[in-house]
């Protein structure tokens, strides 16, 4: 049983990001955080990792504030791997993008074609500037996706 909250990317959480993003729509665009967010829970519902007991904050006032003690807030998904919002974005992509796993890629966009369609260039630290035809974006939007193999510098 676990004392406090684990403040590192399991391997659990990590290899579920990784499956997500390797099999996004579109593997140039790849996906926000919130998308890998909320196919976290609809891919994997039954995921479970080990959890600390609750808390229970005593009621009183703080001694040196003299304000009212506040409850710590419990995560959304406390006992599934990836259990929070912030957890996800501070600390499994945090982590994957340091670990050169994946990249956060600017996606801007740009004029129409003949056709009608939207073009889009994404921008990447990584690889540079590329233009993408197609699907339909926000006008600028951040997003993370898997880094190719042997892209890593």
Not at 18 to 39: F, M, Q, V
Request: proline content about 11%; aromatic content about 6%.
């Amino acid at each position: 049983i676990l004392k406090h909250w684990v403040n590192y990317g399991t391997p659990a959480a990590r290899e579920m990001v990784r499956n997500i993003l390797a099999t996004a729509p579109n593997k140039d665009i790849g996906l926000d955080s919130h998308e890998i967010y909320e196919r976290a829970f609809k891919e994997y519902p039954d995921a479970v990792t080990p959890t600390p007991p609750p808390k229970s904050t005593p009621l009183g006032f703080h001694p040196r504030t003299r304000l009212p003690k506040i409850p710590v807030p419990v995560p959304p998904r406390r006992e599934h791997p990836v259990r929070s919002m912030k957890y996800l974005k501070r600390v499994i992509l945090k982590e994957m993008a340091e670990a050169k796993e994946i990249e956060k890629v600017l996606i801007k966009q740009g004029e129409m074609t003949e056709d009608g369609k939207k073009k889009f260039s994404v921008r990447s630290k990584d690889l540079g500037l590329s233009d993408i035809i197609g699907e339909d974006l926000k006008s600028q939007c951040w997003r993370w996706r898997l880094l190719p193999p042997g892209a890593s510098s």
